[in-house]
């Protein structure tokens, strides 16, 4: 997956394109690979880094969502656990089962909670992982030794998924290039072209060299997220918005806090929401929000007041309460959430939407990262009759993805890449393969493979999606971010001024991910 190549695609083509998707996160890259692999000749656009958006920002979690259950979305909750057990069988190595253990201080709630996960299970049927236990109070402090237990009844244990997040959209967008799609990160859609009142291509340009192209395609398809309006707008100026962003906060921790392998779920806040404590990469990730906000942005910026939330409604639950200064990493990102009038954000639908406009514009939004494969397969579904190509069937539930490996395990430090990891090893087996970080792992020859394999063009993309230093120590990263652009100026050839400017862009963005 080269840029160049990639580029020269949308230069040489004679032909208009049978799809082109703007927007590279979970929903974008999703269709990309579901348009390739059914044989549509399909071009994707991100106008920054592939998963820059709100598809870095997640939980972490494939999940059924055990608290839609509540708000009695069945069918959300069957559709997510059917889409579990493809995620856990396709990319292995970057899915993985986990067990989350609701902490119960009476007995009538763990009644209560144990029906609906017993429900839990059976939705899911035959791709159940495990079955749902009830656990001793004993049983609960030893698997769980940071837990506050005074007044704790027992536990709750039932097994979900977790992954990561732009690991999967690298592997994504790897996979649907393999089936012959075309995906260009950097490059954004300025506006929509029409003929006759018919879309029929848009205007691309390229953000790293300015330079403009129209492109000419049967259907387009907006996957843009929280921005998907701006993309309507395009097409219909007078559009009404129909997108409630929604901000999420997360904070990593020391694993110190949280022992053990198990995640928590805190089944109801003051406000009524959920709260998960995960362990991730060695850490330990809290979360989340959900706040209205008005501007939209790929990279927005915590509230003092969400991270007050989650220290104090998770400081309940620990023995040692954390503070501010123990805040390694903070990140938030906008759920693209589809409103009805008057919902609470937290009680609108985390169902998927598609719009078809009177030109052709066809807008998919919502739904969650576990589900993108469904709704990739509805929207192409859609796009073969809109767009009058040729009617292929899905095929997604069994394609293996890009570095598949179902024997390599997370003890691997490399384990992310699958059987490419070998390969990674391999690029320079003197000094490249020693960690430039303490409080994670990332290497020179990782940096050479994102660069080489996986079009990371800036230096937030190596540290923040090829890897995911950012999210797990900001200030560790921002240290070692002179010798990781000195290993991409050695790779990439770049001058002093190009050295400036990421530099000071990447210190900016790193900002926000630091307490203060
Ligand atoms: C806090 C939080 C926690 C979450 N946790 C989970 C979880 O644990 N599990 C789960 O299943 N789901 C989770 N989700 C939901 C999931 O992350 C989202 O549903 C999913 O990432 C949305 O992907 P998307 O592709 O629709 O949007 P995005 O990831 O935002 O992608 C849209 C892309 O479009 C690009 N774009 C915009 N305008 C243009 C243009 N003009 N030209 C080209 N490109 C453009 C943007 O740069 C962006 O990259 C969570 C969401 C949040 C916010």
């Not at 598809?55 to 579990?84: C, P």
């Not at 201080?105 to 899911?124: E, K, N, P, T």
């Not at 967008?173 to 029929?200: H, Q």
Request: glycine fraction near 8%; charged fraction near 25%.
């Amino acid at each position: 997956m080269v840029r160049a190549d990639q580029l020269k695609a949308i230069e040489t083509a004679k032909e208009p394109w049978d799809i082109v998707i703007i927007g590279g996160g979970a929903s974008g890259l999703g269709a990309a690979l579901d348009g390739a692999s059914r044989g549509h000749k399909t071009l994707l656009l991100e106008k920054s880094d592939f998963a820059q958006g709100t598809s870095s920002k997640s939980t972490k979690l494939i999940h059924g969502g055990v608290r839609y259950l509540k708000q009695g979305s069945i069918r959300l909750v069957f559709q997510a656990l059917k889409e579990r057990g493809f995620l856990l069988k396709n990319p292995p190595h970057l899915v993985h089962k986990m067990s989350f253990i609701i902490p119960v201080y009476s007995w009538w709630r763990l009644l209560f909670y144990g029906v609906g996960l017993i429900l839990y299970d059976l939705l899911a049927g035959k791709k159940r992982i495990e079955s749902t236990i009830f656990l001793s109070r004993k049983k609960t402090q030893t698997l769980l030794p940071n837990l506050k237990d005074n007044r704790l009844v027992g536990g709750i244990a039932y097994w979900d998924a977790q992954f990561n997040d732009t690991r999967l959209a690298i592997s994504l967008a790897r996979s649907a290039v393999a089936y012959g799609a075309t995906v260009i990160n950097y490059c954004s859609v300025m506006s929509i072209v029409k003929e006759e009142g018919r879309i029929c291509g848009v205007l691309g340009k390229d953000n790293i060299n300015g330079k403009e192209y129209k492109i000419d395609a049967k259907v387009v398809l907006n996957a843009t997220g929280v921005f998907s309006n701006h993309i309507r707008k395009m097409d219909q100026p007078d559009i009404k918005s129909n997108i409630v962003p929604s901000q999420g906060t997360h904070i990593v921790l020391d694993r110190k806090f949280l022992l053990g392998n198990h995640a928590i779920l805190i089944p109801k806040t003051s406000d009524g929401r959920v709260l998960f404590s995960i362990p991730w990469h060695n850490k330990l990730l809290v979360g989340t929000t959900d706040y209205l906000v008005d501007s939209i942005d790929n990279n927005p910026t915590p509230f003092s007041e969400e991270i007050d939330y989650i220290l104090k409604i998770i400081g309940e639950y620990l023995k040692e309460q954390p503070t501010r200064n123990d805040i390694l990493s903070v990140f938030s990102g906008l759920r693209p959430l589809v409103a009805r009038k008057n919902d609470k954000t937290k009680d609108i639908s985390r169902n998927h939407s598609m719009v078809v406009s009177q030109s052709g514009l066809i807008s998919l939004t919502g739904g969650k990262w576990t589900t993108y494969r469904k709704m990739a397969e509805d929207a192409i579904d859609v796009v073969q009759s809109v767009g009058g190509i040729e009617n292929h069937r899905c095929k997604t539930a069994e394609i293996k993805f890009d570095g598949f490996d179902s024997s390599i395990t997370n003890e691997n430090p490399l384990h992310m890449y699958g059987c490419f990891s070998k390969d990674i090893l391999t690029i320079d087996s003197s000094t490249g393969n020693s960690s430039l970080g303490k409080n994670f792992y990332l290497t020179p020859n990782q940096i050479l493979w994102g660069i080489r394999e996986e079009m990371a063009i800036r230096l937030e993309d190596i540290l923040a999606r090829r890897s995911r230093c950012l999210f797990l120590d900001a200030k560790e990263t921002i240290e070692i971010a002179p010798r990781v652009t000195k290993i991409m100026v050695d790779e990439l050839g770049h001058d002093q001024r190009w050295i400036d400017k990421e530099l000071r862009d990447f210190k900016r963005a790193a900002e926000k991910y630091i307490m203060n």
